[in-house]
């Protein structure tokens, strides 16, 4: 079974104080590792895709790197604006259009 | 960009009563989702269609039915309304399936039971 876990759960950070949020993964086979950004009543908004060990990616102040086992969204010098909760996701390589596995989130606030 | 659209915001119905979430999507996407999201929980995938008239349970099948008439259009059907199946409903579609592809949400449907 394919097992998403994110850490912290939630993270208050100061703006311009530098951070990273968590994402360990267990899958048959990785397809791809997915980062969405998710704003209060709203739905995902996508981010990244990563689809093997040592890819980068980055959109402004978000990088996010990928390992065999985990990957890391790393937040530079963080403003108010990018207070929202941060899910991984994964798909495996099963096959079909089965979505993606979930974790529960990381709930990121950046105080001015 | 693509637009996932649900029908309803928010909605507030009473146990036993029979309930409609309808999803559209404008961009010809083969494969449409139904998650729902709870606190604590997560997403969890409900059920799923990567054809018309066709479907797969995911997850967390049980107390729901789907029905996929349209390309363009996916329901998901509450039988029979349960206070434990009051939730935030997201939709979601994708282009293909294949490789890596990423999904796009609709707002979400606050849905309460009562």
């Known amino acids: 079974e394919d097992q998403v876990t994110q850490s912290p759960e939630a993270l208050r950070l100061q703006e311009g104080e530098s951070s990273s949020l968590n994402c360990s993964y267990t899958v048959s086979g990785l397809r791809g590792l997915f980062w969405y950004r998710q704003d209060p009543g709203k739905g995902p908004e996508f981010l990244f895709t990563l689809y093997s060990a040592g890819e980068e990616k980055e959109k402004e102040r978000l990088k996010a790197t990928l390992t065999k086992k985990e990957s890391f969204l790393h937040i530079t010098a963080p403003k108010p604006e990018d207070s929202a909760t941060y899910l991984c996701a994964v798909q495996a390589s099963g096959g079909g259009a089965d979505g993606l596995t979930f974790g529960k989130g990381t709930h990121l606030i950046i105080q001015p | 960009d693509v637009k996932v659209t649900q029908s309803s915001r928010y909605l507030v119905k009473r146990t036993g009563e029979k309930v409609f979430l309808e999803c559209v999507q404008d961009?010809?996407?083969?494969?449409m989702f139904w998650y729902r999201q709870d606190p604590g929980l997560g997403l969890r995938l409900i059920y799923f269609?990567?054809?018309?008239?066709?479907?797969e349970k995911g997850d967390i099948p049980e107390g729901y039915s789907v029905s996929r008439e349209k390309k363009e259009r996916f329901s998901l059907i509450l039988e029979s309304a349960s206070t434990n199946q009051t939730s935030m409903y997201l939709c979601?579609?994708?282009?293909?399936?294949?490789?890596?592809?990423?999904?796009?949400f609709g707002s979400g449907t606050q849905l309460s039971v009562l």
């Open positions: 979601a579609s994708s282009l293909t399936g294949r490789l890596g592809e990423k999904l796009f």
């Open positions: 269609s990567y054809d018309v008239k066709m479907k």
């Open positions: 961009m010809d996407h083969e494969n």
